[in-house]
Every structure is written in C-alpha cells, then in structure tokens.
C-alpha cells in the first residue's frame, strides 16, 4: 500500500538506512574497504543531519549480483516503507545491486515510499528525482551488471584452463602451496609449539618465539596422516588424537595454527589424488569415497607427487574399502532439534582458551543421537583438552538448565524492587554530579568505545591482529556502549527492559518442560550468548545472556548481595555464585560453591 504523504512531513523523518557490502576478498587490504563506505556514508548523514541506521554485509563474499545471501539487505529493504526514513545511502549503486533489473525496481519502490537514494563517494551524486538522473542511474546499472558477467566468465574460462593443465583450483590442500607455475608444492609454513601448549604461525627459518619452543611442519603433519591412516589401524578421530597428543598442529582458512579434530583429518584423506599429483576435475566433497575405480591404474604422477606414489595409493585403498553406498531411502524423516546445542561450550576448553589466550580453542557440544536411540550432547572429535568424558545425556544437561531458569525467575514484587534499585543505582552513578556531567560522561565513554571499535578494524586489516582477537575485541567494546546507553536510560525505559527479560525467563521456564525441543532451541538462543559446562562432573559453571538483559542480571544479583529477598538455606550456594561474579555479567558455580 502506497504511504500518504502526509506520513512523509512528519517530523520523526530523520533516519537513513546507510548499507555496507563487501564484495570479494582478495588481501588483506581489502578489508579496509567497509571502513571507507562507512566514512564517506558518514560524512553525507552529517552533511544532512540525518541519523544513521547501519546494515552491512560484510562477513565474506557477498555477491550483489543476488539478495538471498545477503541478510542485511533483506532486513534494510524491510525498513523502507516505514515513516521515520528518509533515504537509502550507499557508497555507490554496485553496492546495492550488480542486475539491472534490480535497480530499476529498486527506484520504482523509493519513489513510491517518498525515500531517497544517495551514493555518498565523492563524484557520484545524482538526482533520482528527476528522469535524467534516473536514466544515468539504469546505464550505470548496465554497466555494473556487464562487469560482473564479464569477470564472472574470465574466471571460468581461467578455471577451465588451469584445470586442463592439471593444476588445482582454489585453496591449497593443508601443507601445501602453489609455485610459480601454479603446481602443488611442499609448504614451508608450520607452528611453533610453546611449553605451556600455546600454538604460534612461523617457519622453520624463523627465530624460536621462546626457548624450548618446538617445530611442527603442516606438510609433516599432513604426512603423519595419510601414513596413520594407510595402515588401516587407524580411524579419522584417533588418528586426530595420536597426532594432539605428539604436538601436531591444523592450520585454518585465516592461517591461524589449531589442535587437529576429526574433521581436519578427513580433509587430508580426502585430498588424496592433489597429493599424488593427479588431475582432478572436481572437489574432494564432491568425490563420493565410495566410487569404485581401480587403484593400481590411477593417473598419479610422480613428478608433480608431494608423498611417495605407494603411500598415496595405500591411502586411497584403505579408504575405497572401509567406505560403502549409502542405501537411498528418501527423504530423511529422523532430525532432532536439540536446544542447547551450538551455545553450550565444553569448560575445560574454555579453561585452555583462557589460558593460552586463544580463543579458536573453544568448542561446542553438539547434539547426536546415538543407534540405540539415546540423545547426548557431544564433545567435538578428535580434540582433546583434558575432559575424560566425551558426552552427556540430553536429559541430564537440559535438567540443569531448568533449574537455572527457575533460579532466574523472579516475582512481580521482586521486579519492582528491582526497577526501584535500578533507578537507585542510577542516581549513585552519577557521584554527586549534575546531569549534564552525567551525560557527558556517557558520550565521552561511547565515543572511546567507538574509537577502540574503529582502531581493531585498522589493526584487523593490516593483519596485526587475528580474526579471534578482532571479533573479542569489537564484542567487548559493543557490550560497553550497551552498557553505558542502558546506564542513563529513563525510568519508562528500566521498567520496559526489565519487564521484557523477566517475561522472557519466565516463559522459557513454564514452557521449557512442555515445549516441543524446537520451541526451546527458538527461546533459548533468543535469550542466551551461551552456556559452559563441565562434561566431568555434569555442571553449569557460567553462562552469559544476551547484552540487552545484561541489566536484569546485574539487578537480579543485586537483590541477593542486599538480602532483598529471603532465599533458604538449599539456595546459599546459588547466592554465594552470584556475588562472586556480578563484575564480570556472569553467574560461576552457579549451583555449587
């Protein structure tokens, strides 16, 4: 339905929804391209006054040649018809899309809604208001969707033409590198294992982090695989855990070194015929281990071979006969939705993250249901951090989390005690300051925190630091300007939040036993960051909610530190838990002292 315009003249028409999409990267530099098409965004939203309202595709390629995969644009294009936008802002049109047609419908559907669209790089600025901006804007359109076409068929001719050379395409097998001609070559690369565990990217060549720092080659490591699993003793996750246990390490897509889990090791297998120099005409996922085809006659080559030709061929037999068709029986009916699977981290991992300040050590519990029809949360394959036990039953782990929702669960009371000492602690922030000190104060702290954010992108793009040290980083600086916001916020808005995440609870805890698994995964996720929990001795040890109930944590941990409300004595440990880790937003031995 077409807006009147009226809607357009009211006064609350102040919002641009600025859009970010990043397009293919190639280096490191051009990460650095979402930090320019916000900057030049910024300066048209000054220029204006207008408020800006960000939506960026920036995590990978995201192809703007299509909109499914770009969630952003989706969620920006739902905003459009509402009253308080007045423009759509882009750096420039091939941001927003890389098809003609799209942009034509794009412009037919703002000028229905009353918004504008401004291309903020300098020199593009047009006029869509008039027929003459609206024509240079469909050439423009042309123009970007030929360019995409073309580059799209370079690339296939490209791939087509390597692939009849017999040099392979995409990311290098694990251990290996392309020479100058564009074969497969041993790769030089490797970590350094320090004496307490840590993993450090090196090469041999290089200086010792550390003294006693020991040297493992990703291409050794390679071969330590194929040679395990050749004999035919080994499977993928104790091949994993024998070479953890001998200081092995894996090397991610970003060129971080990690402990080696299953997966990793199927990987390498799978890779075979690269290893053994023979040309292969599609992926390793696609090449089903099943086919049957006759070992001996394989096109390997030795001289583009990384490994002896027997060890290849050894390998590639072992896998032919432990692998057999699956039989095709439809449709897959058997799917269980667990609900805490994927937000619940194994504790003894997040031990060694802490410890070694690696966050790419953490690991999930995932939800498997065994033959027997037993459901369990399990640890992931072939890591191993020091847990004797692999798994939980799902009952088991779900019946710990109801108790903890239970214990979150509070009375109509307690929430106005609560919003009461919510406006209290408010007040006694400001220490004796006037209110406008109070809110300089505020924006002072979020403009630090937006400086921090802004100095981590820099940092993360001349690859000083990782992608894990970078996500922590603007996690930690988004939760303080949360924090600092919710800080001053107006009784009317401590009273809404509140009142949001104690129904919140309160639904997950009535529902969570009569709920279908599915409903609970939905709340579940809804509400919590995640869940750590003891594997060994079948306990919650922390947990972190959602940064928006981050206040009615800190609130509920309140009233227990001020004897607010009176709890029994079964209920001591849960009191001592919560005072001892209010600072940090998170509840520690949350049953157990």
């Known amino acids: 339905m077409k807006r009147k315009s009226s809607d357009r003249s009211s006064p609350k028409r102040s919002v641009a929804l600025c859009y970010i999409r990043l397009s293919f990267t190639r280096d490191a530099d051009d990460t650095n391209s979402p930090d320019r098409q916000r900057a030049n965004i910024q300066v048209v939203c000054n220029k204006y006054g207008w408020t800006p309202e960000w939506y960026e595709d920036v995590g990978g390629h995201k192809s703007g040649r299509y909109e499914k995969n770009r969630p952003q644009w989706l969620a920006l294009k739902a905003r459009l018809g509402d009253p308080d936008v007045i423009a759509l802002i882009a750096n420039d049109l091939s941001r927003l899309h890389r098809k003609g047609w799209r942009v034509g419908d794009l412009i037919e559907y703002l000028n229905e809604c009353g918004v504008n669209l401004v291309l903020a790089a300098p020199g593009r600025e047009i006029d869509t208001t008039t027929m003459k901006g609206r024509m240079f804007l469909q050439f423009g359109a042309i123009v970007d969707e030929y360019y995409a076409e073309d580059i799209s068929q370079r690339a296939k001719d490209n791939i087509a033409y390597r692939k009849g050379q017999g040099k392979s395409i995409g990311m290098t097998p694990f251990g290996t590198i392309r020479n100058a001609d564009g074969y497969l070559t041993r790769s030089p690369e490797g970590a350094w294992v320090l004496p ?346 922390s947990f972190r909610l959602k940064s928006w109930a981050d206040q009615f944590v800190i609130l509920r941990g309140k009233l227990y530190e001020d004897e607010i409300i009176s709890y029994t004595k079964e209920n001591s440990a849960t009191v001592q838990g919560l005072r001892n880790v209010m600072p940090h937003r998170e509840f520690e031995s949350l049953f157990w002292p």
């Not at 020991?214 to 003793?233: D, H, K, N, P, V």
């Open 196 to 541: 307490n565990g840590s993993l450090v990217a090196g090469t041999m060549t290089d200086n010792p982090p550390q003294e006693g720092a020991i040297w493992r080659s990703y291409y050794e490591a390679a071969e330590q695989i194929l040679r395990l699993y050749a004999t035919g003793g080994y499977g993928l996750e104790r091949i994993a855990y024998q070479l953890n246990n001998d200081g092995w390490a894996f090397r991610d897509r970003t060129g971080t070194p990690r402990p080696i889990n299953r997966d990793d090791a199927r990987r390498v297998i799978a890779n075979w015929s690269e290893y053994g120099g023979m040309r292969v005409d599609r992926k390793a996922k696609d090449r089903p281990a099943y086919e049957k085809y006759n070992v001996d006659e394989l096109p390997l080559r030795s001289d583009r071979a990384l490994f002896p030709l027997e060890l290849i061929r050894a390998v590639a037999k072992v896998r032919q006969e432990r692998t057999m068709k699956p039989i095709d029986r439809g449709e897959k009916l058997i799917s269980h939705p667990y609900p805490l699977s994927v937000i619940t981290y194994c504790a003894h991992c997040e031990n060694q993250a802490r410890e070694k300040n690696q966050q790419n050590l953490r690991t999930t519990l995932t939800g498997r249901t065994e033959r027997d029809g037993t459901r369990r949360y399990r640890h992931r394959r072939g890591v191993n951090c020091g847990c004797i036990n692999q798994s939980v039953e799902s009952q088991i782990l779900e019946q710990d989390f109801s108790r903890l929702i239970k214990l979150l669960t509070v009375t109509p009371k307690a929430l106005a005690l609560m919003q009461q000492l919510a406006r209290e602690l408010k007040q006694g922030n400001g220490n004796g300051k006037s209110k406008e000190d109070v809110e300089r104060e505020k924006q002072e702290a979020i403009a630090l925190c937006r400086r921090r954010i802004d100095a981590a992108v820099t940092l993360f793009g001349d690859g000083m630091i990782n992608k894990d040290d970078y996500r922590r980083r603007i996690e930690a600086n988004e939760r303080e300007i949360v924090r600092w916001e919710a800080k001053t916020s107006g009784d009317e808005q401590i009273a809404i939040e509140l009142a949001m995440c104690m129904e919140a609870i309160d639904r997950l805890s009535r529902l969570w036993d009569a709920s279908t698994d599915e409903d609970k995964q939905g709340i579940t996720r809804s509400l919590f960051e995640y869940i750590v929990y003891d594997l060994d001795r079948h306990r919650i040890l």
